[in-house]
């Protein structure tokens, strides 16, 4: 009998199979699943214990630390600021302490970027600390520093250079400091770094400073202005920005000032103060007579105290048979005290004497004129003679008893013939500027200041006491006695001077020998002929005056001096003490005698 299953059921069961079946393989999988899990925690995590004790290893971490050691190096260089770096890491820069470094060889470099790189192996003991020092060797280039403009000048690291630029320096590598200044143009200062194996070369470009111009007006108007230190120009060109200013003016309190200048049209005013000093003045001797002139007033007798402007003094203090004290004061104080001695002068009228010479021998010989006053020049006379005016002569002075003979000369001017007959002639043909070099000379060999007497010694030689333009030896309307005591136009020349001839005879037709005739009252020979004398004094067409002193004018651009006493062709009517004629050269007649100050 065959069962069977009802369709029904035949379902139902096939479910129920396939349902087991998968069940059964859902549990197969986890536990494959559980077992492979456990197979690979097992393989795996070694392999990545492995592979961090590698790593730690080769990057020097916990494990070689713990094997080798560690230890601290300290890295420096000379120059400083070097990268330093250990085994190919960059660690710092010099100077440095590194801590934990690595036990063993270690390759440590250095690097500057103003020298070559430095590579040394340096062995590092454990917990032995180290220290590695490294001196960069200097390398030596070139630096072209060039401006524009060019022709600047160039301060290479605070030193400044030879030359301008463009300018190529030869200098060790290294960061300098470049200034580069030019008129006109602004100054630039910039940092340099000069390296190894490169063409160094910089260049500036300089602006052009900004100007201003000043106008400057002053009170008073001749004061002089200055303007950092140069001369104020009306009108002129300045860099912008604050400048000195100086004004200054003698009698006045010198102005300080500093000016701003913009761009554009600076103006400005200044006005002098002016500076008043109560000057005093003790001289010795109490009866010294001070004589001042101070800016523009007119020379004054001193009259304690005295008040005067700031500025230049000019002072004479004198006294008779004292010498003369000249001075020029810069006053520049409210009070000003002054003290003046007068040296004595302790001679003796008349005494003759003559100084001696280096070279050997003397000097002409002199005698001394004493201290005095008298009247200069004439006033009924020819115009160019007077005025006539009392002149005091506070100083005594020697003067040359005789003209200066060719032999004299000769001593000086040694290319000068001289023939020995004409040795006591005086000397003749002589300009001016030579009668002054020979007294130059004469002071240099005697160790005394000669000189050319000025108009007023040499005519009150002349006059040797007298009122009158001659001495009364031979002063008259006929002259007749004048041929004892002077070489003038005279009978004995009659042959070729027949006219304006005096009627006495002195025996020479043209020079005499000096002292061949008797000497004026005061010892002193041929002051009237023989030979006319230069003095030292220009000539003005009248006497001018007053005068401070006896001495010399200072005349520095003066071209024709005075010729004073005639000479052997002086004619009648011109043979007086007062006779003063303009000198430019050298004429045959012409000659002189020397003064050497006591």
């Known amino acids: 009998m065959t069962s069977c299953t009802p369709v029904g059921n035949r379902r139902a069961h096939r479910f129920f199979i396939e349902f087991e079946g998968r069940e059964l393989n859902r549990t197969t999988a986890q536990a494959s699943a559980r077992d492979a899990s456990r197979v690979a925690r097992y393989t795996i995590a070694p392999v990545v214990i492995a592979i961090a004790l590698g790593w730690d290893w080769l990057t020097g971490g916990i494990g070689p630390q713990l094997v080798l050691g560690t230890t601290d190096l300290t890295f420096s260089t000379t120059p400083a600021e070097a990268v330093v770096l250990i085994d190919g890491e960059r660690v710092g ?23 070559e790189p430095v590579i040394e192996r340096f062995q590092a003991v454990r917990d032995e600390p180290g220290q590695l020092t490294v001196v960069f060797e200097p390398v030596e280039t070139s630096l072209l520093i060039a401006s524009n403009p060019k022709g600047a000048t160039v301060t290479f690291n605070g030193v400044l250079q030879d030359g ?65 230190g140069e001369p104020y120009v009306r009108g002129m060109r ?35 103060a002016t500076a008043i000093s109560r000057l005093s003045i003790t001289a010795q001797p109490t009866d010294a007579e001070v004589i001042i002139k101070a800016g523009n007033r007119r020379t004054a007798r001193y009259v304690a105290p005295l008040d005067v402007p700031f500025g230049p003094v000019r ?25 003046v001695r007068l040296p004595a002068q302790r001679v003796t009228a008349g005494r003759r004497f003559s100084d001696p010479l280096s070279s050997g021998g003397t000097g002409p010989e002199l005698i001394v004129i004493s201290s005095g006053s008298f009247g200069l020049g004439i006033d009924d006379g020819p115009p160019d003679e007077g005025p006539r005016r009392t002149v005091e002569l506070y100083e005594s ?13 000769a001593r000086f001017d040694t290319e000068r013939a001289v023939d020995p007959d004409s040795a006591s002639f005086p000397v003749n043909g002589i300009e001016w500027a030579s009668a002054v070099a020979y007294t130059r000379w004469l002071s240099t060999e005697t160790g005394h200041r000669y000189r050319l007497p000025s108009e007023v010694e040499w005519e009150y030689a002349a006059r040797a006491g007298t009122s009158t333009p001659l001495y009364a030896v031979f002063d008259g309307p006929r002259l007749d006695g004048v041929c004892v005591y002077e070489n003038v136009r005279d009978q004995s020349m009659r042959e070729y001077a027949r006219t304006d001839a005096v009627i006495c005879s002195d025996g020479f037709k043209e020079l005499a020998p000096v002292g061949s005739f008797q000497p004026n009252p005061w010892g002193l020979y041929d002051m009237i002929g023989n030979v006319a004398e230069w003095v030292s004094d220009c000539w003005y067409e009248r006497h001018p005056g007053p005068r401070l002193r006896a001495g010399p004018r200072e005349e520095p651009a003066c071209h024709t001096w005075v010729v004073r006493g005639g000479s052997w062709l002086t004619p009648s009517q011109d043979i007086r003490a007062t006779l003063r004629i303009p000198g430019a050269d050298g004429r045959i007649r012409r000659g002189f005698r020397v003064v050497r100050e006591l």
């Not at 300045?238 to 049209?265: C, I, N, Y």
Request: glycine share 6%; net charge negative.
């Open 93 to 115: 820069h010099t100077p440095l302490v590194v801590e934990d470094v690595l036990a063993g060889e270690r390759v440590v470099r250095f690097q500057h970027p103003f020298h």
């Open 164 to 228: 301008e630029a463009p300018l190529e320096l030869d200098t060790p590598t290294g960061r300098y400091e470049v200034t580069l200044e030019l008129a006109g143009r602004q100054s630039a200062t910039i940092e340099v770094d000069v390296l190894p194996g490169e063409e160094n070369a910089v260049s500036v470009d300089l602006e052009r400073k900004p100007l201003g111009t000043l106008l400057i007006d002053v009170e008073p108007t001749d004061a002089r202005v200055r303007v950092a």
């Open 238 to 272: 300045l860099e912008q920005g604050r400048h000195q200013v100086v004004v200054s003016a003698p009698g006045f309190l010198t102005k300080r000032e500093r000016m701003d200048v913009t761009e554009g049209l600076n103006q400005h005013s200044i006005s002098l």
């Open 315 to 339: 002072v004479t203090v004198r006294a008779k048979d004292h010498q003369t004290f000249r001075a020029k004061w810069n006053i520049n104080e409210p009070t000003t005290v002054k003290r």
């Open 397 to 409: 002075f020697a003067l040359g008893i005789f003209e200066v003979t060719q032999g004299e000369y």
